[in-house]
C-alpha cells in the first residue's frame, strides 16, 4: 500500500510532467529547430487534447478551481482513462530516463513503475483508488 504523503508527492509529479513538459520541449525547440516541437502534436497539444482543453491555462485554472483532470476530461466530452494512459507513458519515460542516467536504482526503478498507474489514477480522479 502507498503511503497517502508519498500518492500525494507522486500525483502531484504526474500532473507536473503533464504540463511542465512543455517548458522543456520549448527550451528544446529553441537549440534545435528540427525538434518534435516545431510540428503539430507535441505532447502539450497531446495533453490538451486529450483533456479536450483549448490552453494551459484553461487547465490551470480548472485545477485551481477544484476540478480534477478526470473532470475537466469529461466536462469537454473525453474519456479521462485516456489522461491516465497519457501521463502513465510521460512517467514512464521520466522514470527510464532516471534510471538511464543512474539517478535512481534498478530497484527504485521496479518500485515506482509498480506503483504508477495507481499513483496516476490517483492524480487524474482526485481520490485514493479502492483496493480490492
Do not use: W
Request: proline share 4%.
Amino acid at each position: 500500500m502507498i503511503h497517502a504523503k508519498r500518492m500525494l508527492m507522486l500525483g502531484t509529479l504526474a500532473v507536473a510532467v503533464a504540463l511542465g513538459s512543455q517548458v522543456t520541449e520549448r527550451d528544446t525547440a529553441k537549440a534545435d529547430p528540427s525538434s518534435k516541437t516545431m510540428n503539430p502534436g507535441t505532447e502539450e497539444d497531446e495533453f490538451l487534447q486529450v483533456l479536450g482543453a483549448s490552453s494551459e491555462e484553461e487547465v490551470r485554472e480548472a485545477l485551481y478551481k477544484g476540478a480534477t483532470l478526470a473532470e475537466i476530461a469529461r466536462n469537454n466530452d473525453r474519456d479521462p482513462q485516456d489522461v491516465v494512459c497519457l501521463q502513465m507513458r510521460e512517467l514512464m519515460r521520466q522514470l527510464e530516463l532516471r534510471l538511464e542516467r543512474g539517478s535512481i536504482s534498478p530497484e527504485t526503478f521496479a518500485l515506482q513503475m509498480d506503483e504508477i498507474e495507481e499513483i496516476v489514477k490517483h492524480s487524474v480522479y482526485g481520490a485514493q483508488p479502492e483496493i480490492a
